[in-house]
């Protein structure tokens, strides 16, 4: 039998076989008891419908026994000899509907933890399905964020493109050999090139991006800015404080705060370098 | 003039029978392609007596063309240059003892102190009533400089083709030059009187292309365009009295940036540096305020300037309103270790100002006051700046240096123009042993141009430490006070004139000063003087002491045994002795008297000390500590003379426990230096114990920190077989830096804190010295080196990790051992068969050296250990031990510090496996490198690592390389000094003062004549003049490139093709394809004609046209006769040669070598054969080319002609040659 068969023409198959050994028969053909299942799976299926509707027609939503039996009535069935099988009759007790044995979902395609069957629903119905297929899906592994790996990854893909930027720049420029043997040179030295003017590189140096303010940071400064505001703080303070006594002494604070930006503001800077040069006299004659 | 009087003592501002009030110097035609200076001084001179009649100034390298006396009266002059062959009456002893006495000779022969100098004036007859006592005379001088070979740089880059005469727009970019010289060498390009006594007042003027900047000293009056508005002219005007030496010039195409505080002061760098500029000079000011402020004077000029340049010949020179600095000073805000560097040399060159430039001395031998005073002045800046501790530790360091200088090659005197007084008893003894100190030199400290230049940093050294001394003797303030004075004469007599007689306030003296201290404080300080400045050398003590338990007292013995030693004296005064006692520090005042001196000491503590009590410290902390490792003495440890008040060296023994509470309590840094230093010898674990406390205590100085890094190296080292745990530091280290996560991954970069980041810089560097017990480093430091390359991250820093990676490469370098080697020797070494360390250790350097290529790192320092890395791996033979790596990177072109880097790989190479063109690869660059700081830094890398030891066998050993650089101390180096000297140095080193070994003996020398007859055809030459007499040839032009071409057959018949030109219309074929006949040739001379001929007497002396003077014009008195004996006598000895010994021939040959003398630095080998082809004129065939040329400016039309040099008959009397005229 195939297993994916429904339970139900399962049960309806173990009882015509069932029926088939009270009559007698020890083995059947399988196509026959495929037949005979077909129909007794369409009979029944008949007479439920036919049951149904006489009892909606009769405004019920449950069949009674009448309602069948006016459905065998419809199909033109004898039923009178079946009350005698069912009571006098041998029968043998099919066993219950065995709670579903639960096909295994191919691992392959499961996406997160199942969920379990809430209490109200009979535990053979199927299991829910995998949450993506009705949650939500999950695109990316969510990413490792432990310092360990991170610099660990960091580092390596740093070197990798070291590593990839010399060899290119090795494989493209002339390069010396730190050993005799040509082949295998593993470790290839560019060739030094002077470059001119020598100092300029070696000053400005390329190896790493500063930001613009580091580059221009001034340690120093900001310390006496700090200082002098909190300076200026205090003396503000001060101020309400000893508004009438200090009268003189805030005076003096003031006056050389004043002067320092005093010279840091002078737009206008008398430095002989900075005036322009001259046109020749008419009259001068240059010295040789 | 009263001082004078008092020392009756003729010093260098009284010498001379003149007094120079004024002088002009005006430099008109410079040009770069040419590198050529057309120039006029004028010198206004008053002279002291009537009867003066000849004016001796300085001039060196000038070609002089016309001298004249108040604009109308020419004078004759003479220009000679004993420099040009040092030991001329003396060709082949080749014993540095002789040549000192002839390079002190030479120097005195034209010591501008020494009332001598190079171009001597003689004032003409018809001119005489011009000379009047106190009467101005004004000397106009008219001289060019062609190709100059020293005190003036020009930077240019080097071309490919000869032939392009004119520079791109982005060469001018980047050309520049600026003025250098060793001391007082102004003379090398304007005469003058070079003399640091002689001052006055200046007037400069400077003509340039339009684009450039000439910086000078003085006032810039004005900038005014040539006529033809493609030049300017700066004038400057310079009104405080100056000396010659302190007048420099630098003209560049500068970026130019007024100093935001100091409006004053101006800093110019070359083009695309500006932002450095502006970084670097950024606290300048302060030092202005601090010198001001502490010496209560004003800053005597009324401007500064500060200019970058490249190639310089120092980090740093100070000149009268200027300095000019290395651009390899400049740094951005990122750069920690630098900046430190820069401003000290700053602050130094701003020092000297004061000191140096605005107060010059009397003699050359008072420059320890300017040197100490100015060193002492940026020392108290540096205090304040970067701390105590950093002060204490460069004093500290100063002291040992100059103990070791002193100790290898003798004691330093400061001032060496006066003898110590003699003590009262026993004067015949210390007048001998002062004798004795000054013999030991193998050069002679008679004269600026003759000392070591080891000798003179070293004696710089000193001069700051005795000023420091001074300090103690009488108190900082009143010091200052003493400087106070001399500033405030000097600035009152310079607003004087001339006329005032108080310039002489403006120089300082040994005995000035002396005087001056007295005045202000009372105290004389004669002996002082006499004890340290007037006499060499430094104490060394040695304490021993034992406690007496019955009598609490500690017997303390003070011994000086070595003071016949080189460089040690005995000293006798008082000494301080610091016991460090459980009840506090106690100073004991010694009397020292004798070579021994025992003294007890009684304790002041009972010693108890159970008590649980804390002990005070000298600082008056009180201190806990842990006293179980103490015996029953309560002395915790003893320090000698804590404040370096002496110049001593000190050996203390005391017990290791005594040191170890010595590094961990005692709070001043020189002595946990001083603990560390003594620990090294006791490898127990309460050392370890003690240098991991110091190294983890963050209240100490980092130096002591990073020092008891590589102690506790050694310590661990000697320990190997107890030593427990990880490899040494390495917890210390991931405790600091290892990160929180992850101990073993270091933390990003943050150098934010000082200490931090030099810690760990060194800790690694300290930890690739540990070795296990088969004497190589442990895997575990490989891999934790390795490690901190791979996870370096400076992304989130905001300072450069340069110095940091740098000194990782250095730490992997330093793990290198010699390798043991299973495979045979002689095989060769692949990359295959590298172990697996070696190529890890391999691939990181190549790896960090070919991204150096791409993303260059500040100043390249990842390079330059690279290099370093790359050698040591090639001497333990990991890798095979070749040049070629080296020779490419120490190639003109690359950066200073890689070039240097290379050449130190490249002579320790040399030292190894060298061959013979290997070393002369070095002495090529050391004497033809167009960067003069280069070849003085690569001749103290030599010296310091020298080819082989002296008196040991060796494959380089050859006379060759004797000949080459005596040739080169003899004469080729006449133009540089410093360099001289250093070559001197090295001679000394490889040969000793004798006579060097592998040169055959004197006697045998005769023989050698016949095989290599060149060697003794060097004469000395004669003075003669070449004599001008057509109105036409205005002077006899310099002549850059003379080619001489002879080819010698076996019958001596010699063919001189003697080629002059000039670059300017230079047939270029021509010359080309006679250099390349020429070189072969000469290149296989000189293996065995390695000296190349040097004259006395220069070209230069060129007399006027028109004056129609015969006969030879003013010899140096007695200089003649002498050299005529010389020669005859030389001439006479080698039979062979030199048949025609009459002077007729040797005029001759003058007029000829005369001509050459100039390029010979060029072409050194060109002048071999002078005496050979005069020997028989018929079978000389010369050919003569002379081109007419004209100089850019086209002032002048200058006839060239080389008739003067042609033997013809009728130069053999003397001066009266007549040179055909070539229009």
Same mark, same amino acid.
């Given at each position: 039998?195939?297993?994916?068969?429904? =339970?139900?023409?399962?049960?309806?198959?173990?009882?015509?076989?069932?029926?088939?050994?009270?009559?007698?028969?020890?083995?059947?053909?399988?196509?026959?008891?495929?037949?005979?299942?077909?129909?007794?799976?369409?009979?029944?299926?008949?007479?439920?419908?036919?049951?149904?509707?006489?009892?909606?027609?009769?405004?019920?939503?449950?069949?009674?026994?009448?309602?069948?039996?006016?459905?065998?009535?419809?199909?033109?069935?004898?039923?009178?000899?079946?009350?005698?099988?069912?009571?006098?009759?041998?029968?043998?007790?099919? =066993? =219950?509907?065995?709670?579903?044995?639960?096909?295994?979902?191919?691992?392959?395609?499961?996406?997160?933890?199942?969920?379990?069957?809430?209490?109200?629903?009979?535990?053979?119905?199927?299991?829910?399905?995998?949450?993506?297929?009705?949650?939500?899906?999950?695109?990316?592994?969510?990413?490792?964020?432990?310092?360990?790996?991170?610099?660990?990854?960091?580092?390596?893909?740093?070197?990798?493109?070291?590593?990839?930027?010399?060899?290119?720049?090795?494989?493209?420029?002339?390069?010396?050999?730190?050993?005799?043997? @040509?082949?295998?040179?593993?470790? =290839?030295?560019?060739?030094?090139?002077?470059?001119?003017?020598?100092?300029?590189?070696?000053?400005?140096?390329?190896?790493?991006?500063?930001?613009?303010?580091?580059?221009?940071?001034?340690?120093?400064?900001?310390?006496?800015?700090?200082?002098?505001?909190?300076?200026?703080?205090?003396?503000?303070?001060?101020?309400?404080?000893?508004?009438?006594?200090? @009268?003189?002494?805030?005076?003096?604070?003031?006056?050389?705060?004043?002067?320092?930006?005093?010279?840091?503001?002078?737009?206008?800077?008398?430095?002989?370098?900075?005036?322009?040069?001259?046109?020749?006299?008419?009259?001068?004659?240059?010295?040789? | 003039?009263?001082?004078?009087?008092?020392?009756?003592?003729?010093?260098?501002?009284?010498?001379?029978?003149?007094?120079?009030?004024?002088?002009?110097?005006?430099?008109?035609?410079?040009?770069?392609?040419?590198?050529?200076?057309?120039?006029?001084?004028?010198?206004?001179?008053?002279?002291?007596?009537?009867?003066?009649?000849?004016?001796?100034?300085?001039?060196?390298?000038?070609?002089?063309?016309?001298?004249?006396?108040?604009?109308?009266?020419?004078?004759?002059?003479?220009?000679?240059?004993?420099?040009?062959?040092?030991?001329?009456?003396?060709?082949?002893?080749?014993?540095?003892?002789?040549?000192?006495?002839?390079?002190?000779?030479?120097?005195?022969?034209?010591?501008?102190?020494?009332?001598?100098?190079?171009?001597?004036?003689?004032?003409?007859?018809?001119?005489?009533?011009?000379?009047?006592?106190?009467?101005?005379?004004?000397?106009?001088?008219?001289?060019?400089?062609?190709?100059?070979?020293?005190?003036? #740089?020009?930077?240019?880059?080097?071309?490919?083709?000869?032939?392009?005469?004119?520079? !791109?727009?982005?060469?001018?970019?980047?050309?520049?030059?600026?003025?250098?010289?060793?001391?007082?060498?102004?003379?090398?390009?304007?005469?003058?009187?070079?003399?640091?006594?002689?001052?006055?007042?200046?007037?400069?003027?400077?003509?340039?292309?339009?684009?450039? !900047?000439?910086?000078?000293?003085?006032?810039?009056?004005?900038?005014?365009?040539?006529?033809?508005?493609?030049?300017?002219?700066?004038?400057?005007?310079?009104?405080?009295?100056?000396?010659?030496?302190?007048?420099?010039?630098?003209?560049?195409?500068?970026?130019?940036?007024?100093?935001?505080?100091?409006?004053?002061?101006?800093?110019?760098?070359?083009?695309?540096?500006? +932002?450095?500029?502006?970084?670097?000079?950024?606290?300048?000011?302060?030092?202005?305020?601090?010198?001001?402020?502490?010496?209560?004077?004003?800053?005597?000029?009324?401007?500064?300037?500060?200019?970058?340049?490249?190639?310089?010949?120092?980090?740093?020179?100070?000149?009268?309103?200027?300095?000019?600095?290395?651009?390899?000073?400049?740094?951005?805000?990122?750069?920690?270790?630098?900046?430190?560097?820069?401003?000290?040399?700053?602050?130094?060159?701003?020092?000297?100002?004061?000191?140096?430039?605005?107060?010059?001395?009397?003699?050359?031998?008072?420059?320890?006051?300017?040197?100490?005073?100015?060193?002492?002045?940026?020392?108290?800046?540096?205090?304040?700046?970067?701390?105590?501790?950093?002060?204490?530790?460069?004093?500290?360091?100063?002291?040992?240096?100059?103990?070791?200088?002193?100790?290898?090659?003798?004691?330093?005197?400061?001032?060496?123009?006066?003898?110590?007084?003699?003590?009262?008893?026993?004067?015949?003894?210390?007048?001998?042993?002062?004798?004795?100190?000054?013999?030991?030199?193998?050069?002679?400290?008679?004269?600026?141009?003759?000392?070591?230049?080891?000798?003179?940093?070293?004696?710089?050294?000193?001069?700051?430490?005795?000023?420091?001394?001074?300090?103690?003797?009488?108190?900082?303030?009143?010091?200052?006070?003493?400087?106070?004075?001399?500033?405030?004469?000097?600035?009152?007599?310079?607003?004087?004139?001339?006329?005032?007689?108080?310039?002489? #306030?403006?120089?300082?003296?040994?005995?000035?000063?002396?005087?001056?201290?007295?005045?202000?404080?009372?105290?004389?300080?004669?002996?002082?003087?006499?004890?340290?400045?007037?006499?060499?050398?430094?104490?060394?003590?040695?304490?021993?002491?034992?406690?007496?338990?019955?009598?609490? !007292?500690?017997?303390?013995?003070?011994?000086?045994?070595?003071?016949? &030693?080189?460089?040690?004296?005995?000293?006798?005064?008082?000494?301080?002795?610091?016991? &460090?006692?459980?009840?506090?520090?106690?100073?004991?005042?010694?009397?020292?008297?004798?070579?021994?001196?025992?003294?007890?000491? *009684?304790?002041?503590?009972?010693?108890?000390?159970?008590?649980?009590?804390?002990?005070?410290?000298?600082?008056?902390?009180?201190?806990?500590?842990?006293?179980?490792?103490?015996?029953?003495?309560?002395?915790?440890?003893?320090?000698?003379?804590?404040?370096?008040?002496?110049?001593?060296?000190?050996?203390?023994?005391?017990?290791?426990? &005594?040191? &170890?509470?010595?590094?961990?309590?005692?709070?001043?840094?020189?002595?946990?230096?001083?603990?560390? *230093?003594?620990?090294?010898?006791?490898?127990?674990?309460?050392?370890?114990?003690?240098?991991?406390?110091?190294?983890?205590?963050?209240?100490?100085?980092?130096?002591?920190?990073?020092?008891?890094?590589?102690?506790?190296?050694?310590?661990?080292?000697?320990?190997?077989?107890?030593?427990?745990?990880?490899?040494?530091?390495?917890?210390?280290?991931?405790?600091?830096?290892?990160?929180?996560?992850? +101990?073993?991954?270091?933390?990003?970069?943050?150098?934010?804190?000082?200490?931090?980041?030099?810690?760990?810089?060194?800790?690694?560097?300290?930890?690739?010295?540990?070795?296990?017990?088969?004497?190589?480093?442990?895997?575990?430091?490989?891999?934790?080196?390795?490690?901190?390359?791979?996870?370096?991250?400076?992304?989130?820093?905001?300072?450069?990790?340069?110095?940091?990676?740098?000194?990782?490469?250095?730490?992997?370098?330093?793990?290198?051992? +010699?390798?043991?080697?299973?495979?045979?020797?002689?095989?060769?070494?692949?990359?295959?068969?590298?172990?697996?360390?070696?190529?890890?250790?391999?691939?990181?350097?190549?790896?960090?050296?070919?991204?150096?290529?791409?993303?260059?790192?500040?100043?390249?320092?990842?390079?330059?250990?690279?290099?370093?890395?790359?050698?040591?791996?090639?001497?333990?033979?990991?890798?095979?031990?070749?040049?070629?790596?080296?020779?490419?990177?120490?190639?003109?072109?690359?950066?200073?510090?890689?070039?240097?880097?290379?050449?130190?790989?490249?002579?320790?190479?040399?030292?190894?496996?060298?061959?013979?063109?290997?070393?002369?690869?070095?002495?090529?660059?050391?004497?033809?490198?167009?960067?003069?700081?280069?070849?003085?830094?690569?001749?103290?890398?030599?010296?310091?690592?020298?080819?082989?030891?002296?008196?040991?066998?060796?494959?380089?050993?050859?006379?060759?390389?004797?000949?080459?650089?005596?040739?080169?101390?003899?004469?080729?180096?006449?133009?540089?000094?410093?360099?001289?000297?250093?070559?001197?140095?090295?001679?000394?080193?490889?040969?000793?003062?004798?006579?060097?070994?592998?040169?055959?003996? !004197?006697?045998?020398?005769?023989?050698?004549?016949?095989?290599?007859?060149?060697?003794?055809?060097?004469?000395?030459?004669?003075?003669?003049?070449? #004599?001008?007499?057509?109105?036409?040839?205005?002077?006899?032009?310099?002549?850059?490139?003379?080619?001489?071409?002879?080819?010698?057959?076996?019958?001596?018949?010699?063919?001189?093709?003697?080629?002059?030109?000039?670059?300017?219309?230079?047939?270029?074929?021509?010359?080309?394809?006679?250099?390349?006949?020429?070189?072969?040739?000469?290149?296989?001379?000189?293996?065995?004609?390695?000296? +190349?001929?040097?004259?006395?007497?220069?070209?230069?002396?060129?007399?006027?046209?028109?004056?129609?003077?015969?006969?030879?014009?003013?010899?140096?008195?007695?200089?003649?006769?002498?050299?005529?004996?010389?020669?005859?006598?030389?001439?006479?000895?080698?039979?062979?040669?030199?048949?025609?010994?009459?002077?007729?021939?040797?005029?001759?040959?003058?007029?000829?070598?005369?001509?050459?003398?100039?390029?010979?630095?060029?072409?050194? #080998?060109?002048?071999?054969?002078?005496?050979?082809?005069?020997?028989?004129?018929?079978?000389?065939?010369?050919?003569?080319?002379?081109?007419? *040329?004209?100089?850019?400016?086209?002032?002048?039309?200058?006839?060239?002609?080389?008739?003067?040099?042609?033997?013809?008959?009728?130069?053999?009397?003397?001066?009266?040659?007549?040179?055909?005229?070539?229009?």
């Amino acid at each position: 039998m195939d297993s994916q068969t429904s =339970p139900y023409r399962k049960m309806v198959a173990m009882s015509v076989s069932s029926v088939l050994k009270e009559v007698g028969f020890d083995s059947s053909e399988r196509e026959a008891l495929g037949t005979l299942t077909e129909m007794m799976q369409a009979f029944l299926c008949e007479i439920g419908l036919l049951s149904k509707n006489y009892c909606e027609l009769s405004g019920r939503s449950d069949p009674l026994i009448a309602d069948v039996i006016l459905g065998f009535v419809e199909m033109g069935f004898d039923f009178s000899s079946l009350e005698g099988y069912a009571k006098f009759g041998k029968h043998m007790v099919l =066993p =219950p509907l065995q709670s579903q044995q639960s096909q295994k979902q191919l691992s392959m395609l499961s996406a997160g933890a199942k969920q379990a069957l809430p209490s109200y629903v009979p535990q053979h119905f199927p299991q829910f399905p995998d949450p993506h297929a009705y949650v939500r899906t999950p695109t990316h592994k969510q990413p490792i964020i432990d310092y360990e790996s991170v610099r660990e990854k960091a580092a390596v893909q740093k070197k990798d493109i070291e590593k990839a930027l010399t060899k290119f720049l090795a494989k493209t420029s002339s390069t010396h050999n730190l050993f005799d043997t @040509e082949e295998g040179n593993i470790f =290839p030295l560019i060739a030094a090139k002077p470059s001119y003017p020598p100092y300029l590189s070696a000053l400005l140096p390329q190896d790493q991006i500063f930001d613009p303010e580091d580059l221009d940071s001034d340690p120093k400064s900001l310390i006496i800015q700090q200082q002098k505001e909190h300076k200026e703080a205090q003396n503000a303070k001060e101020e309400q404080q000893q508004e009438e006594a200090m @009268e003189e002494g805030e005076q003096n604070l003031n006056d050389s705060v004043k002067t320092d930006d005093s010279t840091q503001n002078n737009g206008f800077i008398d430095n002989p370098y900075l005036a322009a040069t001259k046109m020749p006299a008419k009259d001068h004659i240059d010295v040789c | 003039m009263d001082r004078e009087a008092a020392t009756e003592q003729k010093t260098g501002d009284t010498i001379r029978p003149f007094k120079l009030a004024h002088q002009i110097l005006s430099l008109t035609g410079i040009s770069f392609e040419r590198k050529s200076i057309i120039g006029f001084v004028e010198l206004t001179v008053v002279p002291l007596k009537d009867s003066l009649r000849v004016l001796k100034l300085n001039a060196k390298q000038c070609r002089i063309y016309k001298v004249f006396l108040n604009d109308h009266y020419e004078a004759h002059f003479q220009y000679f240059d004993p420099f040009l062959d040092v030991c001329q009456f003396d060709n082949d002893t080749r014993n540095l003892g002789v040549y000192t006495f002839q390079h002190l000779f030479a120097a005195l022969k034209t010591d501008p102190d020494n009332s001598a100098g190079e171009l001597v004036v003689t004032i003409p007859h018809e001119a005489s009533h011009l000379v009047a006592e106190g009467t101005a005379l004004r000397v106009g001088i008219e001289f060019s400089l062609e190709q100059p070979q020293g005190g003036i #740089h020009f930077v240019v880059p080097q071309r490919e083709q000869k032939d392009q005469k004119e520079l !791109t727009p982005a060469e001018k970019e980047r050309v520049h030059l600026f003025t250098y010289g060793h001391q007082n060498s102004s003379r090398l390009w304007f005469p003058c009187v070079d003399s640091f006594a002689e001052t006055c007042t200046w007037k400069l003027e400077f003509t340039v292309d339009e684009e450039m !900047t000439a910086v000078s000293n003085g006032d810039l009056i004005e900038v005014v365009y040539t006529p033809d508005m493609r030049r300017k002219t700066y004038h400057y005007t310079l009104n405080v009295p100056t000396c010659a030496p302190n007048i420099s010039l630098a003209v560049g195409p500068f970026e130019i940036y007024v100093d935001p505080y100091m409006h004053e002061v101006t800093h110019f760098c070359l083009p695309g540096l500006l +932002p450095l500029l502006k970084v670097t000079t950024r606290y300048m000011h302060e030092a202005f305020e601090f010198y001001e402020e502490t010496l209560s004077n004003r800053y005597p000029y009324s401007c500064y300037k500060q200019v970058f340049v490249d190639e310089s010949y120092e980090d740093f020179h100070s000149y009268a309103t200027m300095s000019i600095l290395s651009v390899n000073l400049l740094h951005s805000a990122v750069i920690i270790d630098q900046v430190y560097i820069t401003r000290k040399s700053m602050a130094q060159a701003i020092a000297e100002q004061f000191f140096g430039c605005f107060i010059s001395m009397q003699n050359w031998s008072d420059m320890w006051l300017n040197k100490g005073i100015s060193q002492y002045l940026c020392g108290l800046y540096c205090k304040k700046s970067f701390g105590n501790n950093e002060y204490r530790e460069m004093i500290h360091s100063m002291l040992q240096d100059v103990v070791k200088y002193e100790e290898e090659y003798g004691g330093i005197i400061l001032d060496p123009s006066q003898p110590p007084t003699p003590p009262p008893e026993g004067s015949n003894m210390a007048q001998s042993s002062q004798n004795k100190h000054e013999e030991k030199f193998y050069f002679s400290i008679r004269n600026l141009h003759t000392m070591s230049p080891m000798y003179i940093e070293a004696s710089y050294k000193k001069a700051m430490l005795v000023m420091r001394m001074l300090e103690h003797r009488i108190g900082q303030e009143l010091l200052l006070q003493v400087f106070n004075k001399q500033l405030s004469l000097a600035t009152n007599a310079a607003s004087n004139k001339i006329g005032s007689g108080l310039w002489g #306030h403006m120089l300082i003296s040994t005995n000035v000063f002396t005087k001056a201290i007295f005045t202000v404080t009372g105290k004389d300080m004669a002996v002082f003087i006499d004890q340290w400045v007037r006499t060499g050398g430094h104490a060394k003590f040695h304490l021993t002491s034992v406690f007496n338990r019955k009598r609490n !007292t500690i017997e303390v013995e003070i011994r000086q045994d070595a003071t016949s &030693q080189t460089g040690i004296r005995k000293y006798v005064g008082p000494l301080l002795v610091t016991l &460090q006692e459980l009840d506090g520090t106690f100073k004991h005042n010694l009397q020292i008297e004798n070579t021994v001196v025992k003294s007890d000491i *009684t304790c002041h503590s009972k010693s108890r000390r159970n008590k649980k009590k804390k002990i005070p410290l000298c600082t008056g902390e009180e201190v806990d500590m842990d006293l179980s490792a103490m015996d029953d003495s309560p002395v915790l440890w003893i320090r000698l003379d804590p404040e370096m008040t002496l110049l001593r060296s000190v050996v203390i023994e005391q017990p290791d426990y &005594q040191w &170890q509470y010595q590094l961990r309590h005692e709070r001043d840094v020189t002595a946990q230096i001083e603990a560390i *230093t003594a620990l090294e010898r006791y490898p127990t674990p309460p050392t370890r114990a003690a240098l991991t406390h110091t190294i983890e205590n963050e209240q100490c100085y980092y130096k002591v920190r990073c020092r008891a890094a590589h102690c506790l190296t050694k310590v661990a080292n000697a320990m190997v077989a107890s030593w427990a745990g990880p490899p040494a530091m390495l917890a210390i280290f991931r405790k600091f830096f290892g990160s929180f996560a992850a +101990p073993h991954i270091i933390k990003q970069n943050n150098f934010q804190n000082f200490q931090h980041y030099h810690l760990q810089k060194t800790i690694p560097l300290a930890m690739a010295g540990v070795r296990n017990s088969h004497g190589i480093c442990p895997p575990d430091v490989i891999r934790f080196l390795l490690d901190l390359f791979k996870y370096n991250d400076n992304g989130k820093n905001r300072f450069s990790d340069n110095y940091y990676r740098a000194a990782l490469v250095e730490a992997l370098g330093n793990t290198v051992t +010699p390798v043991v080697s299973v495979v045979t020797q002689g095989t060769p070494i692949t990359a295959e068969n590298l172990s697996t360390e070696t190529k890890l250790i391999l691939e990181e350097i190549t790896r960090l050296l070919n991204l150096e290529k791409a993303l260059p790192c500040y100043k390249y320092t990842l390079s330059v250990e690279c290099l370093k890395a790359i050698r040591k791996l090639q001497k333990f033979g990991h890798l095979p031990s070749r040049p070629l790596l080296f020779k490419s990177y120490s190639q003109y072109g690359h950066f200073i510090d890689v070039r240097l880097a290379a050449l130190e790989c490249l002579v320790d190479f040399v030292k190894a496996d060298g061959k013979s063109e290997d070393l002369s690869y070095v002495l090529d660059l050391l004497e033809n490198d167009p960067d003069p700081g280069l070849r003085h830094k690569l001749c103290q890398i030599i010296v310091k690592n020298p080819p082989f030891k002296r008196g040991f066998k060796s494959r380089l050993d050859n006379p060759a390389l004797v000949e080459r650089i005596w040739a080169n101390i003899n004469g080729g180096l006449s133009h540089d000094t410093r360099l001289r000297c250093d070559l001197v140095d090295l001679y000394y080193t490889l040969y000793g003062t004798k006579r060097p070994l592998c040169l055959p003996l !004197t006697e045998l020398a005769g023989l050698m004549n016949l095989t290599k007859p060149d060697i003794k055809k060097i004469k000395t030459a004669i003075p003669k003049l070449a #004599h001008a007499d057509n109105p036409n040839i205005k002077k006899e032009t310099c002549i850059p490139k003379i080619k001489t071409e002879i080819k010698e057959s076996t019958s001596s018949n010699v063919i001189i093709d003697n080629n002059m030109d000039v670059p300017m219309n230079v047939d270029v074929p021509v010359v080309t394809d006679q250099k390349l006949k020429e070189e072969p040739i000469l290149d296989a001379q000189m293996s065995d004609i390695p000296v +190349p001929k040097q004259e006395y007497y220069s070209d230069n002396s060129v007399s006027l046209p028109g004056m129609g003077q015969s006969g030879p014009i003013g010899f140096e008195p007695g200089m003649f006769q002498k050299e005529t004996d010389a020669t005859s006598t030389s001439s006479g000895k080698h039979k062979d040669k030199d048949k025609t010994d009459s002077s007729g021939v040797k005029m001759k040959k003058k007029k000829k070598d005369k001509k050459k003398h100039k390029h010979k630095h060029k072409h050194k #080998h060109e002048h071999k054969h002078k005496e050979k082809k005069e020997k028989d004129p018929n079978k000389v065939k010369i050919k003569e080319e002379s081109l007419l *040329t004209s100089t850019i400016a086209s002032i002048k039309e200058e006839t060239l002609s080389s008739g003067s040099s042609t033997p013809s008959p009728n130069t053999a009397s003397m001066g009266s040659g007549d040179i055909p005229m070539y229009p």
